[in-house]
Every structure is written in structure tokens, then in C-alpha cells.
């Protein structure tokens, strides 16, 4: 586990309504992606370095919209943030 916050509101989805609870394949825009919103820096910084020791390709956390974030794509092809 990347001990990643499971409490409600310390995570959200962005990119738009989805077709949930519809029938049939589902599409979600390109911008689509989940992210985990986590207590400092010091924590984003401590994730990002953990997903590369178990050999994920992740940029370096950087100041983007307000936020200490990184993203990175997971299994399945999902998008994740992380963010302080």
C-alpha cells in the first residue's frame, strides 16, 4: 500500500460527469483523474519517491495550480494526483 488516505473528502475526482450508473462501456473525458490529497509536502514527496522504488515512472513533485502535486498513471490506465 502507497498509505494513501482512504477518509472521506481527503480525496476527489476531477474532469467532469461520467455516465455512472448507465449501462454499457463508460468514457471519461482525457482530463479525468483521482487524486489523494495529502497533509504536507514532506508526505507528497515521500509517496513520489516510494511509487519510484517500486518502479513506477513519476516525475518529481512540483508547484502547479496552488498545489506541491505530481501525477502518474496506475494499472488500469487511470490518472493520479497527489497533492499538498
Known amino acids: 500500500m502507497l498509505g494513501l488516505p482512504a ?10 460527469r461520467g455516465p455512472a450508473g448507465l ?3 463508460v468514457k471519461y473525458p482525457s482530463s479525468f483523474h483521482i487524486g489523494f490529497i495529502q497533509p504536507s509536502h514532506e508526505r507528497v514527496n ?17 508547484h502547479l495550480h496552488g498545489s506541491w502535486t505530481f501525477y ?6 487511470f490518472t493520479i494526483e497527489v497533492l499538498s
Not at 7 to 16: E, V
Not at 72 to 77: N, T, V
Open 46 to 62: 515521500e509517496i513520489n519517491q516510494r511509487l519510484k522504488d517500486d518502479g513506477f515512472t513519476v516525475d518529481a513533485p512540483a
Open 23 to 25: 449501462a454499457g462501456e
Open 72 to 77: 502518474f498513471r496506475a494499472p488500469g490506465g
Open 7 to 16: 477518509s472521506p473528502g481527503a480525496c476527489f475526482a476531477r474532469g467532469g
